[in-house]
């Protein structure tokens, strides 16, 4: 498993934008898929976007499609999930997951972080 940090989270306004960042403690993740997920309150923990491992083919959730994008940095070894046009239903703990098996990612990854915060207000 990856120990993994991610950053970039907090208190925003209807509209606005942000971008989180998730990085892994120790090593760094070579051709690992990686992925987002997000967990609202009182809701279960749904699959955001993700990327493969080996060729970078990009995987969304219908509804997140337009307004959040994913990335690898060029050293492959951060990904960003940039948020734009926030609303206060994407209110929720981001968390960050990674998995050698691209066929999982959206679904059962192995590691995953600790989470950030994300609260956006009407």
């Known amino acids: 498993q990856v120990q993994l940090v991610e950053t970039g989270g907090g208190l925003v306004q209807a509209g606005a934008s942000l971008r989180l960042s998730c990085s892994p403690s120790?090593?760094?993740?070579?051709?690992?898929?990686m992925g987002w997920f997000r967990q609202a309150p009182g809701k279960e923990r749904e699959f955001v976007a993700a990327i493969s491992g080996s060729t970078d083919t990009i995987y969304y959730k219908d509804s997140m499609k337009g307004r959040f994008t994913i990335s690898r940095g060029n050293a492959k070894n951060t990904v960003y999930l940039q948020m734009d046009s926030l609303k206060p239903e994407d209110t929720a703990i981001y968390y960050c997951a990674a998995d050698p098996e691209d066929t999982v990612i959206a679904t059962t990854p192995i590691s995953w972080g600790q989470g950030t915060q994300v609260t956006v207000s009407s």
């Open positions: 120790g090593r760094t993740l070579g051709t690992y898929a």
